[in-house]
């Protein structure tokens, strides 16, 4: 069974940075892609960013370059790197990762983010 354990989340103020990582233990098998996405009350899930294994990644257009996905090689651990922090990205961020044609979700980490 896969398990995505998230850490990192917090709360912080305009402009500051916040660093998320992600460690999928459990398969026997790579996870690929991974990365992450957010959620507010009310809304739909959406894409903050992927990541495979390659190295090819993909933002959501809310991230305007502020953010870094990053892998660590041949290891399933996924990280974000969060500048300049806005209110508006406040959210609950999960990590996510694809194995055998499943995808897999973390619990979710809280991110808070005050003016």
């Known amino acids: 069974q896969v398990k995505l354990v998230e850490a990192g989340g917090g709360q912080v103020q305009t402009g500051e940075s916040l660093s998320l990582s992600c460690v999928a233990s459990?398969?026997?098998?790579?996870?690929?892609?991974m990365g992450w996405y957010r959620q507010v009350p009310g809304k739909q899930r959406e894409l903050v960013a992927t990541?495979?294994?390659?190295?090819?990644?993909n933002y959501g257009d809310n991230v305007d370059g502020r953010f870094t996905i990053s892998r660590d090689r041949g290891v399933n651990t996924v990280y974000l790197q969060m500048n300049n922090l806005k209110v508006e990205d406040a959210a609950i961020y999960y990590c996510?990762?694809?194995?055998?044609?499943?995808?897999?979700w973390g619990p979710g980490t809280q991110v808070t983010v005050s003016s």
């Open positions: 996510m990762g694809v194995g055998r044609g499943i995808t897999y």
């Open positions: 459990g398969g026997a098998f790579a996870i690929n892609p």
């Open positions: 990541m495979t294994m390659s190295g090819v990644t």
